[in-house]
């Protein structure tokens, strides 16, 4: 064989490059939806207990905002990166088609559809484990699906586990149409809680047809005059002083903090999470901090409510991957009912 016989075609080298390489949200700094941009990044390579997910749609996290601001400045010391972003993609929240799997994955195979959840998510093709995956149900679009797993767990975490809500149990949600209390509410109600759920004028119609007993519209009425306690309250709307969630809480009863917004600027909101779960040692309520754990155990007691109809992801809008700069903006506004979504075609 002669050497220039060996010398590929200019036509396949680039069509191996392009193969390569992915389309993906990137950001090397921390700061405001403008940090975020798409670029040309390799495509992830997958370990033995692996799967390549061609992404058709990846949710967008309160967690992501977080990561994007480098705010507060504990989510940097928590291994972030103190002055940069240590990964430079972005998300977790994925659903798409099985591309590629590793040598240990027996449980899928390329070309199922899935949802779960996986490493920088916002991109053309994500890795994660196969135990964070589960195949989509037919009942989902992709965009619905991308939504469940990170606000999904959390909601089950900190209603199941941290409320320990049951049968009867009164529940408060705060900012329950939000990205957790949306999945909240539902959650709540299927366990056979009796659920009011508190939030803003424009999203009261969506938390009644969640399943939620009784609403009450934040921006009219102030909760610790309406002369109630509640047995638990699941609170994501992150703002509220500790002493008036002591005031509507049952005098044994249990809050559950979700979130860090709100605060200053080294600790946020975990500076009330803190604070809570001191004083909690002191008095007859008990007040916690919801830490959530990303577990594939979970996404599988998701799935099944899901399968149900006990649970219906809910959708504000999809934006494609070139506006998520759009996307984060609007999850700032506070507006969103739901969640968000990237389009990723």
Same mark, same amino acid.
């Given at each position: ?43 992830p ?66 070309? =199922? ?20 995956l ?9 965009e619905?699906?991308?939504?469940v797993? /990170? ?30 209390g949306?999945?909240?509410?539902? /959650? ?24 939620? =007993?009784?609403? /009450? ?8 005059r309406?002369?109630?306690?509640? =047995? ?50 002191? /008095? ?13 155990v ?7 409510l ?9 959708? =504000? ?10 996307a ?5 506004s ?12």
């Amino acid at each position: 064989m002669s050497a220039q016989a060996s010398i590929p075609h200019p036509s396949a080298v680039k069509t191996s490059v392009r193969e390569a390489t992915m389309r993906a949200v990137v950001q090397d700094r921390y700061g405001g939806a403008d940090v975020l941009s798409l670029a040309d990044v390799a495509r992830p390579t997958i370990g033995d207990d692996e799967v390549l997910v061609r992404v058709r749609a990846a949710g967008i996290a309160r967690g992501d905002w977080h990561l994007m601001t480098g705010r507060p400045l504990l989510v940097r010391a928590m291994g972030f990166g103190l002055r940069r972003p240590k990964r430079p993609t972005v998300g977790q929240d994925l659903a798409g088609t099985v591309d590629a799997v590793g040598a240990k994955v027996t449980t899928l195979a390329p070309g =199922d559809e899935v949802y779960g959840f996986g490493r920088s998510a916002y991109a053309e093709y994500a890795a994660a484990k196969a135990t964070d995956l589960l195949p989509k149900p037919d009942r989902l679009s992709f965009e619905q699906a991308a939504t469940v797993g /990170i606000s999904g767990m959390t909601a089950l975490q900190a209603v199941r586990d941290a409320g320990k809500v049951g049968e009867g149990t009164s529940v408060l949600i705060t900012g329950a149409g939000g990205g957790v209390g949306t999945y909240a509410v539902q /959650i709540a109600a299927s366990y056979g809680a009796r659920v009011t759920a508190a939030a803003s004028t424009a999203k009261l119609e969506l938390v009644r047809s969640l399943g939620a =007993d009784d609403v /009450i519209d934040t921006s009219l009425v102030d909760l610790t005059r309406v002369g109630r306690r509640w =047995d638990v309250i699941i609170d994501t709307a992150g703002r509220r002083p500790l002493r008036q969630v002591r005031r509507i809480l049952a005098p044994r009863g249990t809050a559950v903090f979700v979130g860090g917004e709100g605060g200053g600027p080294i600790l946020g909101g975990f500076d009330r999470h803190f604070r809570a779960m001191a004083l909690s040692a002191f /008095i007859g309520q008990d007040l916690k901090m919801l830490v959530n754990a990303e577990l594939g155990v979970d996404l599988g007691v998701l799935d099944e409510l899901i399968v149900s109809g006990k649970l219906t992801p809910v959708v =504000d809008r999809v934006y494609p991957l070139a506006n998520v700069a759009d996307a984060m903006r609007h999850l700032e506004s506070g507006r969103v009912a739901g969640k968000l979504a990237l389009g990723v075609a």
